[in-house]
């Protein structure tokens, strides 16, 4: 995720790997709603619609009273009705790396494989560390498959990121902590293509039986996902060091506990795909990065359970979160007080994470409430809690607090979009052909920031004169674009200007010049020629459809801030909070 | 088209072409509504969706009192609300014949160019005419390329189709007749990036103006064509041989053509994509084959104007039809007879559509109605006629009439599901896992019929007990599907169940075994998680939700027919009319 969304920004970037091969089965497979809009936003959502599975639905089973299980509700498996795409993605990881290695290929850029660091050290020179563009980072490269005596190399770089899992070397090298507990909760993991006459083998299920839990996770083709909770097996893993005795338990083996958790239904495989075990541990790095300079992303800054199927998701959308900000600074665009954000917004986000996962999976591997034992959990109580953080676990609710990047100060103007989380999607349609777009079409991850002119009503005299004076204070040399856009603005911001008017009636030649670059720039909020998309958008946004606002989205997609038409002052002192005047 | 369906059916397949390259730029470039989905049928809509320009809303301009134009409306330019893609498509032919290219390169099938035919000939015994099999064809190719002597090729071929245009050499070797006549009117076609102030250049406009009438269709990018009517200029035209004198006309003076149409607005291009001159004709082919041995499709069989975008519409759809039932015959499962309806189908359409284009270019042409002109041309009657043959233009209304392969006995079991006419697009939920499709997409152009077995409501019990007995009846050696199915029933049918029950309840394994072969076709009648799309089939339909009905679909995607549960005998008595037993 990184390394693509950098060199789609045009920076030098090399990316090194210790495997010989990118993964090939298993591991991460669950991607969430928000993160199918980032890959929306990369131009790689389309592949991996076209590659997984998709999961709409979630089904509950419980102990029934003959001793087996019995369906007690189905629900959306990812209740997060703000979703662009409201339903899951699985795909194996192997399949979504290939997604990205050849994204970052048309980039000319490849993984280094078979390649690990040896050493990494910070300038000791202060100066040399506050400047954005000295090569602060020192990294010795280790080529496993290079001729003795010549499989070493010394970098110098920038900037480093270890994205290099739990037991991030990255991390250890710098001392930094992971902060929370080991837990006692022992699961087994197996990919299987099932022979089975169980009626929600393509829903996601929780299990909760008189034997144990079990989640099933229909996967791409005809595949499916089983985790199981063990109890007596568990032997079989080394509490200190999370290694799996691999002699004393196999898929056979987490088969014929899922075969029991099953009951009355029959389930069964001939082969395995792949599998695992592993303890759940809660812990989140104490920071996020060595001086701004060293970053680390992902499971080497959060580990927690699979059973929300978040780790993938957070990991990819840390640096989602990330590359864009080091674009700004590598073009010298942004001082290195941006990169603080990173941990500001991800180490919150990973807190929150830690949080939802404690009490989720609490629920999940705790006893069912049967009539012999009252105080386990009662369905009732698990679907609350499902649905109660579907917008979080969905990544549709990830909220970003006020800073440099997120000021909140006008937010009554667009009351329902939220500022420090991402731009609601919603269907607008192109004012010149009427053709619907969601409005996060218009927000790729380009680097730039968007800014949205919601125009009201420009069939309104005064609100036209309001909306050509805006024009003319966008061109202003003293304006915030000219200012922090220079000569060639297209290159920090785009412009999408948004009308409250009819598509029988605006013509988009009446949105003056300076709010309009190209004839595709001008949406209305306006159903299609059927009625199939689009309308009310201003309402849902909470904007006033007479006089408009100003809407300023991040890079990554999220919402920084919002200003009146008057304010363009307070604009211009957001971007001075992060941008040099060009 | 025809050669890519039959390459991917498995059929040996031959191309030639006289041109060097393929079309680089104008020509044809209009898709309809109904073609889009042929193309999905193909698995090439996503692809003509991404390259194309969409073309949702039309606008019309009529001569204003001051000279000038004014708008008198905008409308849906597909007026076709029962189009699974409302709208057209626009993309220069070189790009639409590229996705062709490539999807037969995929197959192994690539264009011999450079490569006319001297000769054709149909076998003089009336035996091998007779046997499907037989190369009753004989060819000689003349390889432009080729060294002298050394240039010429024998082929024999089963069957021959001549897409070779309005000139066809086929047509006129075979003494086919063109019935109809050549019109008047004489249209300029330039292709331009323009610089311009009109309002609506990025609709579809007719402009009816004081000066004459121009046609806009705005395309792939920035582009935009304009058809010009031509009146002074027209003697640059030969009305005999329909050539252009371009000594005496270009581009240049279309475009001064048109700016005397646009004024008051401004229109300006600095260069030119492409640009030609044409007199309409409104022609039929008498025959659209010999012997059901050599075919001719496209405007080798049917000429009109362009007004109305049909043309490469007209022709793809020709060798659609025919493309399925040449592979029957080659496979050895139906007899020569089947071919007949190519030009029992195609034939009665073409006539439709030279009736159409001559009311609709009528009125296209004649002179608008004004103060000075009350015998004119009025919006109201444009606008009237342009709505009415929103669903013929558009492809989703074509009909055609009963025959071997449409038996319309039992329409009222599916009142709305017009046999003769193609499935209805309408979005139900896939049962196992409510993610959402549309019915199209169980209909691909895969050379199979579509046995669509709407199951009605499996929770009553007696209606289950029509289900299973259904299935078993299926299952039978004497029912159709093992009949004309053979000993692998999949090579010539697809099954897809489709129940009326709700997602809550409906378990996909409820369905029996001999009316599921795969857990992705079990269909719901319901609403996806979060209601945004399905719902309300049964009912669009006409269908009775109790009690169900089983719907065939041709291999082209139109309804063939419709039978009660209990009619297995009618549905057997349909295919034994143009399908041999296995």
């Known amino acids: 995720m990184c390394a693509n969304a950098l060199a789609r920004a045009g920076a030098s970037v090399r990316i090194v790997d ?76 192997g399949a979504i790396e290939q997604i990205f290695l050849d994204s970052m290929a048309k980039e000319g850029l490849r993984v280094d494989r078979q390649t690990v660091p040896t050493s990494i050290k910070l300038s000791t020179d202060e100066a040399e560390l506050k400047d954005p563009q ?12 290079g001729e003795p005596g010549q499989d070493t190399e010394i970098v110098r770089a920038k900037y480093v990121l270890g994205s290099d899992g739990a037991h991030s070397w990255v991390r250890k090298t710098f001392g930094i902590t992971m902060v929370g507990e080991q837990t006692n ?46 109890t007596g097996e568990t032997s079989a893993v080394d509490r200190e060091t999370g290694r799996v005795d691999r002699s004393r338990i196999g898929p056979q083996e987490l088969m014929q506990v899922a075969k029991k958790t099953f009951y009355p239904y029959r389930i069964d495989a001939d082969r395995f795909d792949w599998w695992t075990i592993y303890i759940i541990g809660q812990r989140v790095a104490s920071k996020f990065s060595a001086q701004e300079r060293v970053f680390i992303a992902g499971d080497a800054c959060h580990t927690h359970s699979p059973k929300a199927g ?29 990169l603080k954000t990173y941990e500001l917004e991800r180490r919150k986000y990973a807190q929150e994470l830690i949080d939802f996962d404690k009490k989720f999976s609490a629920l999940f591997s705790g006893k069912p409430r049967t009539k012999d034992n009252q105080h386990g959990v009662s369905h009732e109580q698990f679907l609350e809690a499902f649905n109660a953080y579907g917008g979080f676990s969905s990544g549709t609710n990830v909220h970003y ?14 009351s329902n979009l939220v500022i420090g989380e991402r731009m609601l999607p919603h269907a607008f349609i192109c004012a010149a052909d009427a053709r619907p777009f969601d409005v996060q079409d218009f927000l790729p991850a380009d680097a730039r920031f968007k800014i949205l002119v919601f125009l009201g009503d420009i069939s309104n005299s005064q609100q036209t004169a309001r909306v050509q004076k805006l024009a003319e204070d966008f061109a202003s040399p003293k304006s915030f674009y000219r200012k922090f856009g220079g000569e060639d603005p297209s290159r920090v911001f785009d412009i999408v200007s948004i009308g409250s008017g009819s598509k029988d009636q ?21 159903t299609d020629m059927f009625a199939r998309n689009g309308g009310g958008g201003y309402d849902k946004y909470g904007i006033d459809s007479l006089s408009g606002v100003i809407v300023v989205v991040r890079p990554d997609g999220y919402v920084g801030m919002v200003a009146p038409f008057e304010g363009l002052t307070t604009i211009e002192a957001y971007f001075a909070g992060f941008i040099k005047a060009q």
């Open 310 to 338: 978040q780790g993938m998701n957070a990991s990819m959308n840390d640096t989602h979160n990330l590359a864009w900000k080091l674009a700004y600074v590598l073009r010298g665009w942004a001082d290195l007080s941006l």
């Open 18 to 93: 210790k495997r010989a091969e990118h993964v090939l089965a298993g591991q991460a497979d669950g991607i969430q709603p928000r993160t199918i809009e980032v890959f929306q936003s990369y131009g790689l959502a389309e592949r991996l619609l076209k590659e997984g599975n998709q999961m709409h639905m979630a089904a509950f089973y419980n102990p029934s009273p003959d001793g087996g299980i019995e369906r007690t509700g189905r629900t959306a498996d990812a209740p997060a009705p703000t979703a662009r795409y409201p339903y899951k993605v699985t795909l194996h990881q």
């Open 134 to 145: 000295a090569y602060a980072v020192t990294v010795v490269l280790q080529h496993l498959d």
């Open 401 to 414: 607090p006020p800073s440099a990047i997120v000021n909140d100060a006008h937010q009554q103007l667009a």
């Open 506 to 526: 605006v013509n988009y030649t009446d949105v003056p010049l300076g709010l309009r670059t190209h004839w595709s720039k001008i949406l209305l909020d306006d």
């Open 185 to 230: 909760f022992v699961w087994g993991v197996v990919d299987i293509i099932p022979d089975t006459d169980f009626p929600d083998i393509r829903n996601r299920c929780a299990i909760h039986s008189h034997n144990g839990s079990c989640m099933v996770v229909p996967r791409e083709g005809n595949k499916v996902r089983l985790y199981v909770q063990l």
